[in-house]
Nanobody, 123 residues
């Protein structure tokens, strides 16, 4: 079992920036894939980004590419999602995910999920 905890959500003006953080414990952090999904009200959960075990490979949904950056600090057992140029459609609950297969085409099926952190975008 892996415990996943994300934080950093909040209310940000459209065009602004935000950084989400995520810790994962219960397994050696440096061996597992980390990622982010999001779910807006009335919509299905969607993939946002993922990063492989050593940070060498990253994957992004087309909707966030160029604005979001996923990174990890294995020494701190922490993954991050740096968000820039926030759009109203970015408003959602953001879920950090851990472990599970990550394929070269970006397909990712996480095994563990955090509780979510709310990102709200004002206009």
């Amino acid at each position: 079992q892996v415990r996943v905890v994300e934080s950093g959500g909040g209310l940000v003006q459209a065009g602004g920036s935000l950084r989400l953080s995520c810790t994962a414990s219960g397994r050696l952090f440096s061996t597992i894939v980390m990622g982010w999904f999001r779910q807006a009200p009335g919509k299905e959960r969607e993939f946002v980004a993922a990063i492989n075990w050593n940070g060498a490979s990253t994957y992004y949904a087309d909707s966030v590419k160029g604005r979001f950056t996923i990174s990890r600090d294995n020494a701190r057992s922490t993954a991050y999602l740096q968000i820039h140029s926030l759009k109203p459609e970015d408003a959602a609950v953001y879920f950090c995910t851990a472990d599970g297969p990550l394929y070269d085409n970006g397909d990712y099926s996480p095994y563990y999920w955090g509780q979510g952190t709310q990102v709200t975008v004002s206009s």
